[in-house]
């Protein structure tokens, strides 16, 4: 199929364009609508099928174009659908689906080459819109492979393909995407780096999948069935236990109506990033402690973010930030890193793009290590730690930040107000009273699952902890934190993401939504924040091994989708999951991300310190010099193809071009050999020779050949010495000489 050739008389020519770029046009269509099928209105892509089929049938002969008045009135119904579908907003989804509208509709009025010509340029500027929704490597394919198509179709509609094939044309398109590759690199690696446009706070009405900033318990539940990826971590040493591994993300502190939210203290920016060596100061910690979190490569780690459409980043404990901004935002305000005194990521505007940022962590001090001590003290065998977060031993907290941690509703869960208090007679110690209530959970019939019961909102504590007891993490953290709260315990629920899968073939994890999670901690006195997790105690399997093994006998994990993920078990299918991770992962880190910082330090190796100026001067130089060679490379590949061109060809050549400088007329395509005799002898050859080269030649161009190329048979090549000898002793007139006999 591929070496079938263009006819201009498959199809009856009904538009007035060049029928070899219309399957072309027809393929442009069909792939923009493919490319933009996630982010536009399903009635706009059943439409798109409607008008690629009425091309097709006009293509093939069998419909006419429409009429002006079905034209305007399409036009009219599609307006009326986008306002009602839009429900009158304005965001970038709408304004591309609107384009893409009027690009079929203008499908289906062009019926002249200018019309084709605009159809192709609307296409060019199309496709690369996709990149305001998706900078992935398989996008990026998808999108230069269908610019390919849309300059196919420009060389179909101007005649370009005639006896050409359908391999040839993808070939041509394809080469010519070839020889502009080095200038696109070159370009994007030296270009002065500005802020692309999907840096801009465009207003969107994607729907992101992630984290929200309230919980009921249920809703963690839902993000389990979902094998997205949330962010990878990339550590610059071996990457800290699967235990260990708590991403937070939000602190949250008021408790209404059965749901967990923020209040407005943690809603706010507390405070602005600072130096590290400022905020490690700010912990209490001494010089040579500052000196020894600095130097010590294997404590950072880097954080590849992909697009939540929210404000809040992920890390692990006691970790500071040492980027000032997100990678490839367009500036430094709106893309800011920030970090609150909890210890949590914020940054100046929701995250729609993928980005990047890099985190150092901190010591223990002094203070934090005696403060797990006194938690170890306390532990009971079989039972998760209580972790101790940090330097925040001795403080006390305000009267206003201890109610607020404190709040619960007035009425409500009595029969776990009643257990709070009966437990916490039995214990003077607050970690001792934590240690049994872990021990409450593990020693009940408590189940971890995926598929929890819908409970009543003004009682699903009571009704969790002393009915069904059957919950997935958030259930566990709620009931604790209202049991902590009701014993008089500081306590706020935290959620982010606990674990994450390592990538053996690029060396970093991987964390997805099934990787959420949700955990408790509390404020006790004399040793601070500490972390606890009733989901360790009751499936310790989930915090060491992950979902899909604590709840691998229940089944149903990932049940809702079909992802490589789901079949991670079978080595071939993890095989092929891991080294796609990998390649999505070096894209990101090294293309999405290339900003200007990573810029100016790559050039800073080969040209020293640079300014925007100095890059600017060393792009332009470079292109130029790309340029320069592309072309003595093409001059060179025309030499050698002249040199690899047919010997008998070349002699012919050799006698038009003598047969010029004599003033013979050889302008024509249709000389032959015979005609040729004529026309040497009448430039003052002798009629023996001229008859000698016209036969030989006649013989070298027509007769049957049993070999060609370089396995000529010596008859043949004998025949080639001969000529080349008489075109040697082959004697014409001057210029100024010829004239005909």
Not at 581 to 594: A, C, D, G, P, R
């Amino acid at each position: 199929m591929l070496e079938r050739r263009f006819s201009t008389n498959s199809h009856a020519d009904f538009t007035g364009i060049n029928p070899q770029g219309m399957p072309w046009l027809l393929l442009s269509l069909a792939l923009a609508a493919l490319l933009h099928i996630d982010h536009t209105p399903i009635w706009l892509n059943i439409a798109l099928v409607g008008i690629l089929l009425w091309r097709i049938m006009v293509f093939r002969g069998r419909f006419r174009l429409p009429q002006l008045w079905v034209k305007v009135i399409l036009l009219l119904l599609g307006i009326t659908l986008f306002l009602v579908s839009s429900k009158g907003q304005f965001t970038i989804e709408n304004a591309v689906g609107f384009f893409l509208l009027t690009y079929g509709l203008k499908l289906l009025e062009t019926g002249s080459t200018r019309d084709a010509y605009l159809f192709v340029f609307m296409t060019l500027f199309l496709m690369p819109l996709g990149f305001l929704f998706s900078q992935s490597i398989f996008a990026t394919l998808f999108i230069f492979v269908s610019l390919a198509f849309a300059f196919i179709a420009l060389m179909g509609i101007n005649g370009s393909l005639e006896r050409t094939t359908y391999f040839g044309a993808l070939k041509r398109a394809f080469g010519l995407f070839a020889w502009a590759l080095p200038i696109l690199v070159v370009a994007y690696i030296v270009f002065p780096r500005l802020g692309p446009i999907w840096s801009m706070p465009l207003n969107s009405t994607s729907a992101f999948t992630g984290l929200s900033d309230s919980m009921m318990p249920g809703q963690v539940a839902n993000l389990a069935q979902s094998s997205e990826r949330a962010f990878r971590a990339d550590f610059d040493g071996p990457p800290p236990p699967s235990p260990t591994l708590y991403w937070r993300a939000l602190a949250m502190d008021l408790f209404t109506a059965g749901q967990w939210s923020r209040s407005n203290q943690q809603r706010g920016i507390d405070e602005s990033r600072m130096l590290p060596q400022t905020r490690l100061r700010r912990l209490g910690l001494g010089d040579e402690a500052i000196e020894a979190a600095l130097s010590t490569p294997e404590s950072s780690y880097e954080i590849l973010l992909d697009p939540h459409n929210r404000d809040w980043g992920f890390s692990l404990n006691a970790t500071i930030p040492t980027s000032r901004q997100l990678s490839g935002q367009s500036s430094a305000r709106g893309g800011a890193v920030l970090q609150t005194l909890d210890g949590l990521i914020r940054f100046g505007r929701p995250v729609k793009s993928p980005s990047a940022y890099t985190l150092q962590s901190l010591p223990l001090d002094k203070a934090a290590m005696e403060a797990q001590s006194r938690l170890d003290a306390a532990h009971i065998p079989g039972l998760p730690d209580v972790t101790a977060l940090g330097s925040t031993a001795g403080v006390e907290l305000t009267d206003f930040d201890r109610r607020r941690l404190l709040q619960l509703p007035a009425e409500g869960n009595p029969l776990t107000r009643e257990f709070a208090a009966e437990l916490r007679e039995q214990h003077d110690d607050q970690a001792a009273f934590i240690y049994d209530l872990l021990n409450y959970f593990r020693t009940e019939p408590f189940t971890y699952t995926l598929n929890p019961p819908v409970l009543d909102p003004e009682s699903n504590v009571d009704d969790f902890m002393f009915g069904e007891r059957r919950g997935f993490c958030e259930h566990f953290a709620s009931a604790t934190a209202v049991i902590l709260r009701s014993a008089g315990i500081p306590a706020r629920i935290m959620t982010g993401y606990q674990g994450g899968e390592f990538n053996s073939t690029g060396g970093f994890l991987v964390v997805r939504q099934y990787d959420a999670h949700a955990w408790v901690e509390a404020w006790l006195e004399g040793i601070g924040w500490v972390r606890v997790d009733p989901t360790a105690a009751v499936s310790p399997l989930r915090i060491e091994a992950g979902l899909r093994t604590a709840v691998a006998e229940e089944g149903g994990f990932l049940s809702n989708e079909i992802s490589l993920s789901r079949f991670s078990g079978i080595s071939a299918l993890n095989w092929i999951d891991m080294r796609l991770e990998y390649t999505n992962y070096l894209w990101q880190k090294w293309v999405i991300n290339y900003d200007q910082k990573t810029q100016q330090s790559l050039l800073a190796t080969f040209f020293g310190d640079v300014d925007i100026r100095q890059i600017g001067f060393i792009a332009t130089g470079a292109i130029a010099g790309i340029i320069i060679l592309i072309g003595l490379m093409q001059l060179m590949r025309g030499r050698r193809h002249l040199r690899a061109q047919d010997p008998v060809v070349r002699l012919y050549d050799r006698l038009l071009r003598r047969l010029r400088r004599a003033g013979a007329d050889v302008s024509s395509m249709a000389i032959t050999p015979r005609q040729l005799c004529g026309i040497m002898q009448s430039a003052g050859a002798d009629k023996e020779t001229a008859m000698a080269i016209s036969q030989r030649l006649e013989r070298l161009l027509y007769a049957r050949r049993p070999q060609m190329g370089a396995a000529r048979s010596r008859l043949q090549t004998n025949e080639i010495r001969q000529l080349r000898s008489l075109l040697r002793k082959l004697n014409l007139r001057k210029r100024s000489d010829a004239s005909p006999r």
